[in-house]
């Protein structure tokens, strides 16, 4: 499967590029402009030279023709750049994992976008994909450091069963993180803006905190080897859509 990052040239949406090809996606690094995201996948590699990392790299466009495809923008950039690729993400799985924060003083404090939240808005940006919301919470420095194994478990909430059964079964490839179902996609805004309380934990304390949830051990999502099925019957179920619309 590959799996596109737009807007990886930042900390979090590299780190999530280099995570997944680490456990043996193929990942393109999406940017608006190619040569940034060229610059970046070069740092990548040269900085892992021991692990056979598969990270190409592309425009937006060229990044969005993936199988799945990760918005890793600002959030305020998340929609418009959904949208300015929406031809290419038409009935594929879309996961958006920004989260609308500002800093006022020496606190962190929720946004609250238009829709409620950022994944709500990419999803109104792109109503022909499924957008599932996801790795709100993993810190991006321990997200990126492949050296190391991060634990965490990570919330999947979207209005399209089999975009969240695709996302817990990416998520659950990577060592240490564990997927949750954390039902529909009007979840993300409260999700999101637990990222504000997690941030002033860290500043308060000094370190980078993780959630992990207690009470569900053995609780556990399909394999990975079901991702790429989920990933089609998405694009199949919005292409009978569209064709029963004409």
């Not at 970046?40 to 990044?63: F, H, M, R, Y």
């Not at 993300?188 to 993780?210: D, G, H």
Request: glycine residues 8%.
């Amino acid at each position: 499967m590959r799996i596109g990052v737009l807007g990886a040239t930042g900390p979090a949406g590299s780190g999530l590029a280099v995570r997944l090809a680490s456990v043996g996606y193929d990942v393109t690094i999406g940017s608006r402009s190619k040569y940034r995201a060229m610059e970046v996948s070069d740092k990548l590699l040269a900085k892992w030279p021991g692990q056979d990392l598969s990270i190409t790299a592309s425009d937006n466009e060229g990044a969005a023709a993936a199988d799945v495809v990760v918005i890793a923008t600002p959030w305020d950039a998340a929609g418009a750049t959904a949208a300015s690729v929406q031809d290419e993400l038409a009935g594929k799985v879309v996961i958006s994992m920004a989260n609308a924060l500002a800093k006022v003083g020496h606190e962190f404090q929720p946004l609250v976008p238009p829709r409620g939240s950022v994944a709500a808005s990419v999803q109104a940006a792109v109503p022909r994909s499924h957008v599932a919301a996801a790795f709100h919470h993993v810190p991006a420095k321990e997200l990126g450091d492949i050296a190391h194994p991060i634990e965490s478990d990570v919330l999947v909430c979207s209005d399209h069963p089999s975009a969240t059964e695709c996302v817990i079964d990416i998520v659950s490839s990577i060592p240490d993180l564990r997927a949750l179902d954390s039902g529909e996609l009007s979840n993300a805004a409260p999700i999101e803006a637990f990222a504000a309380v997690l941030l002033q934990v860290n500043v308060r304390y000094k370190t980078r905190v993780a959630i992990r949830f207690t009470g569900l051990d053995g609780a556990g999502p399909a394999s990975r080897s079901t991702a790429a099925a989920h990933a089609a019957t998405a694009a199949q179920d919005v292409s009978g859509a569209d064709a029963g619309e004409s």
